[in-house]
């Protein structure tokens, strides 16, 4: 993007206030970026795939979030940390991932995404804090971190930003009791400057994620005392608007992690111990430190794998680490999709979005329960037979519930249930189907891309769509059969479509269903080689195939990092595969691993 235009440019009225703190972000983004437009990550941003081969790459987000970017500062990547070109050969268990090629990346801006602007926010400011959207995310690769690396912010974007946080911290500093909660101290006047410049440098070090500088320090003092007093005015309303200045600063909307050379490493770029604590609260929490974590930072603590390690378990033990886990399923299981499936409700009745959200609550608590309150092994979600229902789900599925069992509770499906496991979930099923029909290829598009880490192509030009409904008399199956006897769409059709098949014992809705325009439904289809002839089987074939640990790793890797895996990635995936496959593929623990691993605490891993 362009910078914006001063705030009070952009209409004809009398400057107020708040555009002279729009002027302060947009100024100090303006200084602080040598280029405010363009690809910062080396990713193209931007969706793959269309009509029936969509989904695992949506092109935008209904969170709310400001899609945007930021290039680092003039130098910030030196020591030659994107001029490097190579990879290493891959031969371990990384290997089935056929990982590409690529230069070395660069040292990356990550712009907050929705979901950590919003933790971050309540985190700040309290949970009760109002936030309303502001520009969306874009999902590259399916993740919206990785998105975030790569997209600029737009102008409306940056006015948008100077509302919602301007709301926010006027409901913050709506009284002293609710300011209480926010600061470190409450000062009892402009004159009180221990308690001021205490108040401003806790709350910029967690919404910076570092300690302020002296300048920044008395910039934002200044501002609470010019404010605070004027006529009419007090300290509290000068801090309200340091505040808001604090919080529409780049050092808040982007996470500033650029490395510093490491003399004991080689002169590679290490993460510094305040980019560190950065990375670990975005990654575990998807939000901002707290003290504990910058304290740590101060002490240098998070320099050594022992020190994170430390803060990493402390962190997976907090209930902020639920937030990012769901972040990371609503991503990986395709819940942007979800929200747009709307269902013909000639054809379905039952399907309300009351129950499609119920279907992604299902799915959340599924992840949640097998990662962190059983901590087992995740692949064992594909065989399982629990699931999490409330009233209006059991009814749906089928599943007996007393007349009191009205919120979500863990049961299991009867014996002989066709929805045993995790691809039998709603959610997923109502995902990647159309409003009138199911889409065996949008499905095993999703096991293919999402689960098993191998890229479809988007369909070539001029292959016409496939009609809504199947014919009177066919079967979805039955025309994508003769779809794929035409030379340009049979190779991804034929890697797609068999995978899909095994869902179709569940129609476009995720009810289960034995019959297709009245004919038998076949759910018969093969997994590299393997043979399955029904949902069930199908998540054996999934579980047992040697791609799905890795590929779930690499997910992992990659949300975390911001950036899609590279093949250069191999030696650092290598090693959290094993350890995944070591702890009988327990993702609390690989998450624990992730963190101290090279990969995560240097610019570029080896």
Not at 20 to 43: M, N, V
Not at 417 to 435: Q, T
């Amino acid at each position: 993007m362009a910078c914006a235009p001063p705030l009070s440019k952009r209409k004809k009225r009398p400057m107020r206030l708040s555009d002279k703190i729009g002027q302060l972000a947009l100024a100090g983004a303006c200084t602080f970026a040598a280029a405010c437009t363009g690809q910062i990550s080396g990713h193209p941003a931007g969706a793959s795939g269309a009509g029936d081969m969509s989904s695992g790459s949506s092109g935008g987000s209904g969170s709310p979030i400001a899609s945007s970017g930021m290039a680092p500062a003039s130098g910030s990547a030196s020591s030659g940390a994107g001029a490097t070109t190579g990879a290493v050969t891959v031969t371990g268990p990384a290997s089935v991932l056929n990982l590409p090629t690529a230069p070395l990346p660069g040292t990356l801006l990550h712009r907050l995404t929705a979901w950590e602007f919003t933790n971050s926010m309540q985190d700040l400011l309290g949970s009760a804090v109002p936030l309303a959207p502001v520009e969306a995310d874009t999902l590259v690769g399916g993740f919206a971190t990785v998105g975030a690396s790569s997209v600029s912010i737009s102008p409306a974007g940056i006015g948008q930003y100077e509302t919602v946080i301007g709301n926010a911290t006027a409901f913050a500093f709506a009284d002293a009791a609710h300011a209480t909660a926010v600061l470190a101290c409450m000062p009892q006047g402009t004159t009180d400057t221990t308690c001021l410049t205490q108040a401003i440098n806790a709350f910029g070090r967690r919404a910076f994620r570092r300690p302020l500088t002296s300048a920044e320090t008395t910039r934002f003092l200044n501002l609470v005392t010019t404010i605070g007093n004027q006529a009419g005015s007090t300290v509290l309303v000068g801090l309200r608007h340091a505040v808001w200045a604090i919080l529409q600063s780049p050092s808040f909307l982007y996470r500033v992690e650029l490395g510093a050379a490491s003399a004991a490493d080689g002169g590679r770029l290490k993460y510094t111990s305040f980019e560190m604590a950065s990375r670990l609260a975005a990654t575990l929490w998807a939000s901002v430190p707290d003290d504990t974590l910058l304290d740590a930072a101060a002490q240098d603590s998070l320099s050594t794998p022992a020190g994170i390690t430390a803060q990493a378990q402390r962190m997976i033990a907090d209930a902020r680490v639920h937030r990012a886990l769901t972040s990371f399923t609503d991503q990986l299981f395709d819940a942007f999709t979800l929200g747009q499936s709307d269902k013909d409700p000639m054809l379905f009745p039952a399907f309300t979005p009351a129950l499609r959200a119920a279907m992604l609550t299902e799915l959340e608590l599924r992840i949640d329960d097998t990662v962190f309150t059983q901590k087992t092994d995740f692949l064992s979600l594909y065989e399982s037979p629990s699931t999490f229902v409330n009233k209006d789900l059991a009814t749906y599925y089928g599943v007996p519930l007393m007349a009191t069992d009205t919120a979500f509770h863990k049961v299991d499906f009867p014996a002989g249930s066709p929805r045993v496991g995790l691809l039998g979930a709603g959610a997923i099923l109502v995902a990647h189907a159309h409003p009138q029909r199911t889409s065996p290829t949008s499905r095993g598009k999703f096991v293919s891309e999402m689960l098993l880490c191998r890229a479809i192509p988007p369909p070539p030009p001029g292959v016409p769509p496939l009609p809504p409904m199947a014919p009177a008399g066919s079967t979805v199956r039955q025309i994508l059969t003769v779809h794929r006897s035409q030379p340009t769409c049979a190779a991804c059709h034929g890697r797609m479509d068999p995978m899909g098949f095994g869902m179709e014992g569940f129609d476009a809705a995720g009810q289960a269903r034995t019959t297709d325009n009245g004919q038998p439904i076949d759910a018969s289809g093969t997994l590299d080689g393997a043979m399955f002839t029904n949902l069930a089987e199908l998540g054996t074939a999934l579980r047992k195939n040697a791609n799905t640990g890795p590929c779930l790793v690499s997910k992992l890797y990659e949300n975390a990092l911001g950036r899609l895996p590279l093949d250069l990635d191999g030696a650092a995936l290598d090693q959290l595969i094993g350890q995944f496959v070591s702890a009988g593929n327990r993702v609390d623990q690989v998450l624990v691993n992730l963190v101290t691993n090279d990969g995560f605490r240097f610019v570029a891993p080896m």
